[in-house]
């Protein structure tokens, strides 16, 4: 971490401001309680772009994967013309969920791993014959309503929750199974092709439960909360067949987001003590640290209101770069081949949520106010090392079953992101 010492914020490279999204109801205002967008996700099948936006709504825009920007994706021999956004103000969607939205989640009944075959198409929800995108959001009562998008119609109404529901996650297996996290320190996992019946209630954590996420090949549910608590939970059969596995320690302050690399290798976590901390979530070891305030803070100072709060973290997903959100109002990209400082930032006042576009290259920032801006995040051609360890990674999850190959240990040590 000595590289700040010679290193000022001025010297890292600024992440260019490619488009922004505007709170129509407080245009002008920085904040207004009730206005925060506390949110935001892209569709899987990287169709639209959707954010609360405040006052109760939620907004999708189309998302033109071709250009990584908003738009309508048109035909090769249209792309760049005019007519790119003649059409556009048809295919945005406004939906009212009659509270505030804390979380978000897009579920699809196509697994990610065949998300490649699948075309971009803008159609009405057709259950049964065609790919069921859903919409889930949690609100502020501890309900969840699923919808869909296409005529902004309710599909599920889910009552379990007896306080705010703080994040949502589909599982990626295409089951159309939704985790809750919720502030009644509890997770619960619902079954939408059961009429969105709750299966199980999943308890462990002391506190409220601010994050949730699965790995990539649904073997694992990771949630953070408060009191410095990351929980792995083992996925055995879903929806019911769910056991506590193992707890992570390390934090010095609430932990409010986790996120897993595109291969299911690394866990990121974020947290309110000033740290992003990727990990093994197999053997449970520290890789990296990326750390928000230079020279680190004591315990004592990360553990208190220490005005460098990180409010969210996102993986890229070629899955070289972590991104986060922090209350100093910087964005800031990290390399995890370099921890010493952010390969670039951006500045984003009142800062609250983060993601990456599905094909990378963008990272939307929800804000207090309920805009959205996006940044063209770094992008490089990955070296053949990091794509056949990504492939390797993606075939052997289990640290600690690449320990066990008979290949040389400096390999092994890079399969296990150890360089």
Partial sequence: MASFQYVTRGEIEKAPLIADLKNQAHVGQTHKAGSESWTCTFAPDRSYFAWSCGNRLVRLVPWDPYRNTVGIPLKAEHRHNDEDNNNYMQHVRTIDCGEIVWAMAFGS???????????????????GKKEELVLATGLHSGRIKTWDI????????????????????????????????????????WDLNDDGNMAITLKGHPKWVFGCCFSP???????????????????????????????LDGHYNDVVACRFSPDGALLATASWDTRVIVWDPYTGEKLKIFGHVFPPPSPIFAGGANDTWVRDVSFS?????????????????????????????????????????????????????????????????????????????????????IEKLFIPKSLRCYLRYKE
């Avoid at 697994?111 to 699948?118: L, S």
């Avoid at 379990?160 to 320190?185: C, N, Q, T, W």
């Avoid at 990272?363 to 053949?384: C, D, E, H, S, Y």
């Fill in 109 to 127: 009944s196509v697994p990610e791993r065949a998300r490649k075959n699948i075309n971009i198409h803008y159609t009405r929800f057709n259950v």
């Fill in 150 to 189: 296409h005529k902004g119609e309710i599909l599920h109404y889910l009552i379990d929750h007896k306080e705010v529901i703080r994040d949502l996650a589909f599982a990626p297996d295409g089951s159309l199974m939704l985790v809750s996290a919720s502030r009644d320190k509890t997770l619960k996992v």
């Fill in 217 to 247: 090949d649904t073997k694992l549910l990771v949630s953070v909360g408060s009191g410095k608590s990351i929980i792995l939970w083992k996925v055995l059969n879903l929806p019911k067949d769910l056991v506590l596995w193992k707890r």
């Fill in 317 to 401: 997903p070629d899955g070289s770069h972590v991104a986060s959100i922090a209350d100093d109002k910087y964005v800031r990209f990290w390399s995890l081949f370099d921890t010493q400082i952010p390969e670039q930032i951006a500045i984003v006042p009142n800062g609250l949520c983060c993601a990456y576009s599905p094909g990378g290259g963008v990272l939307a920032t929800g804000t207090r106010n309920g805009n959205v801006f996006f940044f063209a995040a770094p992008m490089k051609v990955q070296t053949l090392q990091h794509l056949c360890r990504i492939v390797i990674r993606k075939m052997i999850h289990d640290t600690n079953k």
